[in-house]
């Protein structure tokens, strides 16, 4: 059974740094296309960041620069480091994988930038 | 950026059937967009649906059915039951970056 946890949400201030994590269960980081997806309060989904098998990286045009995906294949776990963080980052942040026949979702993990 | 095109919302009768399409701002919604299709409930994760335009999860009801039509993304759903009332997000690849549709708020009454 596949499960991806994530965490490290939590309130921090306009311009701070966070690192979210996503430890995977049941299928192996290297081995999946590993995204980050999030959603405002009250909005639609936003595609953020993807890391390939291969290593190529992709990263939304709203959090280019800011943001940085990798993954540690050790500890089977997909991050993400959020800097220069803004109001407009407060979202539940999501991992997923897009690879294979199995395509699963984490719970999820709330961020919320606020002064 | 390319912009993904949803019905707000849409009502279905249970029972019913009811089409969801997505739409892509720079042409046809092909194959090699990758189009996935996830359904989420009210407090919950999103969980997909359909990848790559037409394969199915394992967990997908077999009411649903992901294809491409007219160049476009659709998602059909016969017999639409109480439980399928959700949000309905489709999702496009343009070379590496992705972009989600608005959602259709898909409502069974």
């Known amino acids: 059974e596949v499960h991806l946890v994530e965490t490290g949400g939590e309130l921090i201030q306009p311009g701070g740094s966070l690192r979210l994590s996503c430890a995977a269960s049941?299928?192996?980081?290297?081995?999946?296309?590993m995204v980050w997806v999030r959603q405002a309060p009250g909005k639609g989904l936003e595609w953020v960041s993807i890391?390939?098998?291969?290593?190529?990286?992709y990263y939304a045009e709203s959090v280019r620069g800011r943001f940085t995906i990798s993954r540690d294949d050790s500890k089977n776990t997909l991050y993400l480091q959020m800097n220069s963080l803004r109001v407009e980052d407060t979202a539940v942040y999501y991992c997923?994988?897009?690879?294979?026949?199995?395509?699963?979702w984490g719970h999820g993990t709330l961020v919320t930038v606020s002064s | 950026q390319a912009v993904v095109t949803q019905e707000p919302s849409l009502t279905v009768s249970p029972g019913g059937t009811v089409t969801l399409t997505c739409g892509s701002s720079?042409?046809?919604?092909?194959?090699?967009?990758?189009p996935h299709w996830f359904q989420q409930k009210p407090g919950q994760a999103p969980r997909t649906l359909f990848y790559?335009?037409?394969y199915k999860q394992s967990w997908t009801p077999a009411r649903f059915s992901g294809y491409l039509l007219g160049g476009k993304a659709a998602l059909t759903l016969s017999g639409a039951q109480p439980e399928d009332e959700a949000e309905y997000y489709c999702?496009?690849?343009?070379?590496?970056?992705?972009?989600f549709g608005g959602g259709t708020k898909l409502t069974v009454l």
């Open positions: 997923a994988n897009f690879y294979g026949s199995g395509r699963y």
């Open positions: 049941g299928l192996t980081v290297g081995g999946n296309n």
């Open positions: 890391i390939w098998t291969d290593n190529n990286i």
């Open positions: 720079t042409g046809p919604v092909t194959s090699s967009h990758y």
């Open positions: 999702l496009v690849s343009y070379s590496g970056i992705w972009v």
């Open positions: 790559d335009a037409n």
